[in-house]
């Protein structure tokens, strides 16, 4: 049987879908399901299981909760794995078992039987599952390296003085083997594999301070010589191609490198300061937006109503929280279900972080002109289902989106606001009037981050109780359940968190709260309506993965409570 039919037969897509990827094929050059994945056509893991059933394997699903506890990755040197995109199961009788994730890569096999020298068994699974996973178990044994990055990747000592000109900074004719080009070189590859999502360059009176920001927090890297700070910022506003004998105003820049054979994008923003420009690298990895909604932190009941509301034909759904709270991973992960060749998405978006394949995607410019307004505008003459707002920032845009989801549009945007309630009176605030914001929006939902305890967490017997009381529960209602504490290993840096997930707080609109959005009720009116209707707050949903051991009382106090949580500082630091 060929892949289409057990894809056909497996309900992933039907003869029409299967002929038009054909086409695509032959275009191409791509097999099948290359052809499928690149036309949006189907999902990742269903090729795979396909795959998997086409070649006679096993499909290991790399979702399962247990999946770790069946990979040993000492058995296989980890330049292999991450090159190969290979996972070792286990190794018996002169024979080991690799997940992999393309059964045709026969030249692979070949190579792993010769590298590792034994038989190879296989199983499939999806290559974005794969990567997922090594990324996420091949981190350092601590955080960083002890030794400089200096020590390490410069072999010469730049005599250079503070006061060196930009030119004379760094010279480019000497190539990839130049000693700050290999010192940036460094920087953005250690970021990258230690699961950074920002890379802090901040130049101070006498050096240079490096830090990375992983799961949200910033760790000191290294403190680097001042005397390297004009080559350093030059060599990096080079790759971000722009002017580097500008200093006195703010610029952003993009840089794309390949990292352990991944093409990884970089958003790069220059801002001048009193010892010199800040450099802040944003890393942008395409699968972190591609997780799938049941990975980012939903409980059941507000993953379906999730699933509910994105699947109307119109409406505002308005997604609100603090910058950095993953506002837009949750509104991408929305799109990837809902990007189908029947479907037109169009994007408004201040920058464009992520490119995806069957969505157009927009760039607002204001200096042309090119505005959110311009956009939408715009957009509405396109005739699309759906339309992706990344920031409501004024009324202008708020009337238009309103308008749009009002003729028949289903409409994804975002709101600086604290809770889910505050977004019905922020909208008021703008001057869009109350009877508009009370019929076109479906669904408000708050969201914030917080860290994953790590595998090595051990049970809490004793936790703080004044962090307890912050979450609205007791410390005996604690100890029947499983709350944790970090404990620190080699797979989370000795830190005791790893990744993050988000949780959240779903206000559905009804009647009841639409009369009261009409009639301007204050936010403790309209949150004390949406509780009686079902809405689980930001605490209370946090206080659920305390009770179930995901993260620590002091994590969720921090992004759920952290108006009383200040107020209240003192008192927990003296406990």
């Known amino acids: 049987m060929n892949l289409g039919e057990i894809l056909i037969k497996q309900g992933a897509i039907d003869e029409s879908e299967v002929q038009q990827a054909l086409t695509i094929g032959k275009g191409s050059g791509k097999r099948l399901g290359e052809a499928l994945l690149e036309a949006g056509l189907c999902k990742e893991v269903d090729v795979a299981k396909a795959l998997a059933t086409q070649f006679g394997m096993d499909y290991f699903d790399l979702d399962r909760p247990d999946a770790g506890d ?18 070792p199961l286990g190794k018996s009788n002169g024979r080991i078992k690799l997940v ?40 350092s044994p601590s955080m960083f390296s002890e030794e400089s990055l200096v ?25 990839e083997t130049a000693p700050i080009i290999r010192l940036v070189h460094r920087i953005i590859t250690e970021a990258v594999r230690t699961r950074a999502s920002d890379i802090h360059i901040e130049p101070m009176a006498d050096r240079i301070i490096l830090r990375y ?50 093409t990884i994008d970089f958003r790069v923003s220059c801002c001048p300061a009193y010892h010199g420009e800040s450099v802040v690298l944003r890393i942008l990895r395409p699968e972190s ?30 997604v609100t929280g603090p910058t950095g709270s993953g506002k837009t991973t949750t509104l991408y992960s929305a799109l990837d279900v809902l990007n189908r060749p029947d479907r037109k998405i169009i994007t408004a978006e201040d920058p464009v972080e992520y490119s995806f394949t069957g969505i157009n995607q927009c760039q607002v410019r204001e200096s042309i002109g090119l505005t959110f307004a311009a956009i939408l505008r715009s957009m509405l003459r396109q005739a699309p289902n759906i339309i992706l707002i990344g920031e409501i920032r004024d009324k202008e845009v708020a009337e238009i989106a309103i308008q749009a989801a009002l003729t028949g549009h289903l409409v994804f945007s975002t709101l ?37 305890l790590c595998t090595c967490k051990e049970k809490d017997p004793n936790p703080d109780p004044n962090y307890l ?27 005791g968190f790893k990744g993050r997930k988000a949780i959240f707080e779903m206000m559905r609109m009804n009647t009841e709260i639409r009369e009261l959005a009409q009639k301007q009720a204050t936010i403790d009116v309209l949150r004390e309506a949406a509780i009686r209707n079902g809405m689980r707050t930001l605490v209370v949903d946090g206080l659920v993965k305390v009770l179930r051991g995901d993260t620590t009382p002091a994590e969720i106090a921090k992004h759920a409570q952290a108006e009383t949580l200040l107020e209240e500082n003192q008192n927990i630091e003296g406990a």
């Open 70 to 87: 069946e990979i040993d990755m000492t058995l296989v040197p980890n330049e292999v794995i991450k090159k190969h995109l290979i996972l």
């Open 100 to 139: 992999i994730h393309d059964p045709m890569d026969l030249e692979l096999l070949d190579l792993l039987r010769f590298r590792l020298n034994c038989e190879v068994d296989t199983a499939v699974a999806a290559k974005g599952s794969i990567k997922q996973f090594i990324d996420g178990n091949t981190a």
């Open 151 to 175: 020590t390490e990747s410069v072999d010469v000592t730049l005599d250079k003085s503070v006061d060196s000109s930009v030119d004379a900074s760094i010279d480019v004719a000497e190539g």
């Open 213 to 262: 920001r992983v799961d949200g927090v910033c760790h000191v890297r290294d403190n680097l010589p001042k005397r390297m700070q004009s080559a350093i910022l030059t060599r990096i506003k080079l790759m971000a191609g722009v002017n580097i004998s500008e200093r006195r105003v703010p610029q952003d820049g993009r840089i794309k490198l390949p990292v352990d054979g991944q």
């Open 289 to 318: 937006v591609k997780i799938g909604l049941p990975n980012l932190g939903f409980e059941q009941d507000n993953l379906d109503l999730f699933h509910r509301i994105i699947r109307r034909p119109n409406g505002i759904f308005l």
């Open 416 to 452: 600086h606001t604290n809770d889910a309630p505050s977004a019905i009176t922020r909208l008021i605030d703008m001057g869009v009037k109350p009877y508009l914001v009370a019929s076109s929006i479906q669904a408000v939902m708050a969201q914030r981050l917080f860290r994953m």
């Open 469 to 495: 009381r912050l979450l609205g529960t007791t410390l005996e209602e604690a100890r029947k359940g499983n709350v944790c504490k970090p404990v620190g290993c080699s797979k989370c840096g000795n830190i």
